[in-house]
Structures are given as C-alpha cells and as structure tokens.
C-alpha cells in the first residue's frame, strides 16, 4: 500500500478523532485532539481506521522522520496485529524504516506483546512531558511557591487594572499578534513552526468550532498581553496546556496567566500536563520551578519483522 493513497488528516476527522482518543488511555499532549490537528502543518499525516482506532502515518514532515504514532482508540493485541500488518506493508512499499513515535508508556506493554517483530525502545527525558497536581498550580502555598507567589503579587500590584477572562475565538488577531511580538523578542522566525509556535496557534483558532478549547486572556486596557490555550481529557480528570504566551514586558506576567488560568477554566480537574521541554535549559528551569509530581515518558519505537 502506498503513504499517497492514504486520506489526509483534516479537521473533518476532527469529532472520529475525539471519539477514539476518549477510548484511549494515553496522557500525552502529542495526541490530544488540539494538539494533533494544531501541529499538523508539520506533520503531514495521513491516516487508515481498523477497529475504530485511528492511526497516523507521517512521511516525517519538517519535524522528524518518517513514523507512525500510537494509534488512537481502544486498543487490544489482537488489534494492534492488524494494524502494524498494515503499517509494514506502508513502510516496506515506501522502503522506510519501521518507526513508531509518542507511545505512551501506558502501551509498551502492550506492544511486547506482538508477535513478528523485533521490538527496539528507546525514549529521549527532553521530550518527557510534565505533570502537576491541579490544587497546588492553584493555591501556590508553602515556601516552594513563594517565588511563584511574588511575581503575581508583583504584577498585581503594579497593573490593578488588568482584565482576566476566558479566551474567546475572537481573541484571534490580538493573541496572534502577541506572539509575534514574542517571536521578535526572541529573534525568531513565526513563520517557521521548527522555531515558532505561532502557526499552530493560529491553526487552533481556526478551527475553533471544531475542537473543544480551554483557555485564559489577560487585557490591560485594550491590549491583549498574555492568553493560554489548553484541552481538558480523560472525563475532566487531567487538562492539557498546549500554549501560554506573555508579553515580555511585563514582570511575573507569566505566573499570572498560569495560575488565573488554572483557577477559572481548569479548577475541577486533578492533573495538569503542561508538555514537554525539548532540552531548552530556559524552559526545563521553568516547568521545574512548578514542581511535578512526575513526567510522562513518550517512547520511540522501532520494528524489525522476525525472519
């Protein structure tokens, strides 16, 4: 079978998608719907069904190489035998390597369990997303937190009349245009989604009425100066904080958003994913100042077929 005449991965997926990865028990942020059809632009997928599990084949994109991710849906063996039957037969007619990305650690176990391949694991800690307990990214109590505790009052202080809301697709223009002046500050290319994440905001926005979006704004008059934008999964238990973004101008501003964000659109759930951090020291010192209970270890996955 060849990658071409697989269908594209489109939003018209968007609510088979959504039904397969509310059977799914993986945490990762990669599967989220959001997050899928977001970063898509980089990915290039396209997709078969089996069973009523979605799977994914990249020809590798502008990100990585050519791979399939964990298929979405309630998987068994027996499934799954189905499915890596299908993938080889993509992979050897394309003469790619048999690589599978973003399994859950939830699934390893499962995939030993396939019989005619050579299984190889590996996992990279930079791409290990962070997970925290809800109450504590709300209440910022005890002396961990403290730092966290006097940005906001900082920025409280000097900015009494900031508005907080929850993020509205009208909000488009102005939050993509404060990433754009995230990315000037950062000397980095927004149109570039290796560099920037601005496209896939973007992207979200559009399909707005499509997917099912959780997220925080702040305004300082009328200007737009920090917004979120995240999923609530698994039957609210855990959200999912795909983007946050802060005008570099304003001190403790961050903090901010996070927390206000964690109040009013994420209070009932008990986990927050709040991603990866790719090895960027900047980014790993700052989801560690939130201290996680854990992270979630995505794998890498290659096959050899026996014989």
């Known amino acids: 079978m060849e990658f071409r005449k697989l269908e594209p991965f489109t939003i018209e997926l968007a ?27 980089g990915y290039h997928y396209r997709y078969f069904i089996v069973d009523n599990c979605i799977c994914l084949i990249s020809d590798g ?3 990585t190489k050519p791979h399939f991710s964990l298929p979405i ?12 039957k299908i993938i080889s037969e993509i992979f050897e007619h394309e003469k790619w390597q048999m ?22 694991w590996s996992y990279d800690e930079d791409f290990s997303d962070y997970l925290y307990e809800t109450k504590k990214l709300y209440k910022l109590k005890g002396k961990d937190y403290r730092v966290k505790r006097n940005h906001v009052n900082k920025f409280i202080r000097g900015f009494p009349d900031f508005n ?11 939050a993509v245009s404060l990433v754009r002046t995230w990315c000037q500050d950062k000397e980095v290319d927004c149109s570039n989604p290796i560099e920037s994440d601005c496209g896939p905001i973007d992207t979200l926005f559009s399909y707005w009425d ?20 995240g999923s609530i999964i698994h039957d609210g238990e855990m959200a999912v904080m795909h983007f946050e973004k802060a005008h570099p101008d304003y001190e403790g501003l961050y903090s901010v958003i996070n927390q206000l964000t964690t109040i009013y659109e994420l209070e009932d759930t008990k986990y927050i994913n709040r991603e990866e951090d790719m090895g960027d020291m900047g980014l790993r010192l700052a989801k560690e100042s939130y201290f996680p209970v854990k992270k979630i270890k995505k794998y890498r996955l290659k096959l050899d077929k026996n014989g």
Request: aromatic content about 12%; some cysteine; proline content about 1%.
């Open 15 to 41: 609510e088979k998608y959504k039904e397969c990865f509310n059977q799914s028990k993986t945490s990762i942020a990669d599967a989220c719907p959001n997050s899928r059809f977001a970063w898509n632009l």
């Open 61 to 63: 994109g502008i990100f």
């Open 73 to 84: 849906g309630e998987l068994t063996v027996e499934k799954l035998n189905k499915i890596l």
């Open 99 to 120: 690589l599978g990305l973003f399994i859950d650690e939830e699934y390893v176990d499962l995939f030993n369990q396939v019989e005619g391949y050579k299984l190889t």
């Open 164 to 174: 907080y809301r929850s993020l509205e697709k009208g909000d488009r223009e102005k």
């Open 210 to 229: 499509e997917l099912d979006i959780h997220g925080g704004v702040i305004y300082l008059e009328d200007d737009l100066i920090a917004f979120s934008m």
